[in-house]
């Protein structure tokens, strides 16, 4: 089993930049993928950026080139970084991570403001 405890969302105007932390607990070297995700009021929960199982990232397209998702594996955590935010980036960010079963965090808000 893995827990994720995200941190590092907020309050942002348009234009700024917020870095979203995952650290990830239990079976950390036996992630075969993880990822953000983000769910905004009245949608359904999307892929932002994500390793897969072979290492290589994959990311939505409304998020290239704005953001980049990056990890640690000696400490079982993944990061976003977040430039360039819109309005339309406001959402409840999970983290994500596969060990056999899927795993969420509790999610983290951010709020991008016009």
């Known amino acids: 089993q893995v827990q994720l405890v995200e941190s590092g969302g907020g309050l942002v105007q348009a234009g700024g930049s917020l870095r979203l932390s995952c650290a990830a607990s239990?079976?950390?070297?036996?992630?075969?993928?993880m990822g953000w995700y983000r769910q905004a009021p009245g949608k359904q929960r999307e892929l932002v950026a994500t390793?897969?199982?072979?290492?290589?990232?994959v990311y939505a397209n409304s998020v290239k080139g704005r953001f980049t998702i990056s990890r640690d594996n000696a400490k079982g955590a993944v990061y976003l970084q977040m430039n360039s935010l819109k309005p339309e980036d406001t959402a409840v960010y999970y983290c994500?991570?596969?060990?056999?079963?899927?795993?969420w965090g509790q999610g983290t808000q951010v709020t991008v403001s016009s």
């Open positions: 994500n991570a596969i060990v056999g079963s899927s795993y």
């Open positions: 239990g079976s950390i070297f036996s992630i075969n993928a």
């Open positions: 390793f897969t199982r072979s290492g290589s990232t």
